[in-house]
């Protein structure tokens, strides 16, 4: 029951910032963002306090070391796979060029 308060109060305050945000167009723009992204702050605060913000910070974190672990790959090798790209969609493109023309002479050849 106190999760379900805890992340009904978060998503108030998140509503009431961004309609407030709008509602004073006069204010400077900077002292708006300021506003909006405290309440923001904030009511990401109240919902990680939650069983299932919890398990969403977990999944965070678990995400962090796992992009951690990640190979990523060198300029040439990223070099050389673009390039192996582009040569495949040149190629493909060619081969649909070619039979589009066939079928196109076919379909006149028949009509005339």
Do not use: C, N
Request: no cysteine; charged share 15%.
């Amino acid at each position: 029951m106190a999760d379900t308060i805890k992340l009904i109060v978060a998503v108030v305050l998140l509503m009431a910032a961004v309609t407030l945000f709008y509602m004073f167009p006069e204010y400077s723009t900077l002292l708006r963002v300021l506003g909006l992204l405290t309440a923001a702050g904030l009511s990401l605060f109240i919902a990680s306090r939650t069983a299932k913000g919890r398990t969403v910070l977990g999944y965070v974190k678990d995400t962090q070391v796992e992009v951690r672990k990640v190979v990523w790959p060198t300029r040439q090798e990223t070099l050389q796979t673009t390039m192996i790209v582009i040569i495949m969609v040149i190629i493909a493109a060619l081969i649909l060029w070619a039979f589009d023309s066939m079928l196109g002479w076919a379909v006149r050849a028949l009509t005339l």
